[in-house]
């Protein structure tokens, strides 16, 4: 739990492209030096991070989040053996087709893993659909 009433505290972090401690706080956040992270696609692809959750801002935007790139993102959620589940939120002002389309491939692997052994039923309830 961040220290909410700590405001001297390192508890969250940013980072773009263009930073040039991008790398320092990447592998910051990934030692759970700071429990928030706020990025931009920075984050896609190469870093594990221990129970982190994933809240896409903006993700109407299908020209920067496309299927692929969501599905990319939201994989960096609960990456652990102790905590192999996490959440991914994808907001936005409306729901777009890449939005949808990442979430039914993100379901469809799962079940697939699932089947294969590769996923735990231990958290069975799962997030909604998106409308």
Not at 96 to 119: D, F, P, Q, V
């Amino acid at each position: 739990m961040p220290p909410f009433n700590d405001f001297e505290g390192n508890w969250v972090e940013y980072s773009h492209s263009r930073d040039p401690h991008r790398e320092a706080k990447r592998q910051g956040f990934s030692r759970q030096e700071f429990p928030f992270f706020v990025t931009t696609s920075i984050m896609e692809r190469g870093i594990t991070v221990p129970r982190a959750n994933v809240v896409v801002l903006f993700a109407e935007n299908e020209r920067i989040y496309d299927e692929r790139t969501l599905i990319q993102m939201a994989g960096r959620a609960g990456r652990s053996t102790e905590r192999p589940f996490g959440e991914a939120w994808f907001v936005g002002t409306r729901v777009t087709a890449s939005m949808k389309e990442a979430e039914r491939s993100i379901r469809w692997l799962n079940e697939e893993a699932r089947k294969k052994g590769y996923l735990y039923a231990e958290k069975e309830e799962m997030a909604q659909p998106l409308a």
